[in-house]
């Protein structure tokens, strides 16, 4: 099973662009649908983003679409959440996890990473 920590979280601007990082140690990386899911204050857990074991195919939220770009790159075992145009309502804590396919809903969704906590002032 894989290990996954975030990074690149931190407080910005409204407006701004900011990448968000998951890297992934233990074996197998190539074989795990990714996800990147949010959990705002006071809100339950969200589905973001999501990218298939070899990228080419990818799914995003109402609510970020074509803001935010999901990618990786499985020689390096990272997955990267690059948020664009970033606003108030996208401040969260944010995970990725590891999926055995690509799914949307939170349940598939074992290991979780730590989360990182993104906030957007405005």
């Known amino acids: 099973q894989v290990q996954l920590v975030e990074s690149g979280g931190g407080l910005v601007q409204a407006g701004v662009s900011m990448r968000l990082s998951c890297a992934a140690s233990g074996r197998s990386f190539s074989n795990y649908a990714m996800g990147w899911f949010r959990q705002p204050p006071g809100k339950e857990r969200e589905s973001v983003a999501a990218i298939s074991r070899s990228g080419g195919t990818t799914y995003y939220a109402d609510s970020v679409k074509g803001r935010f770009t999901i990618s990786r790159t499985n020689v390096k075992n990272t997955v990267y959440l690059q948020m664009n145009s970033l606003k108030p309502e996208d401040t969260a804590v944010y995970y990725c996890?590891?999926?055995?396919?690509?799914?949307?809903?939170?349940?598939?969704?074992?290991?979780w990473g730590q989360g990182t906590q993104v906030t957007v002032s405005s």
């Open positions: 996890a590891a999926s055995s396919s690509l799914a949307v809903v939170a349940t598939s969704y074992d290991p």
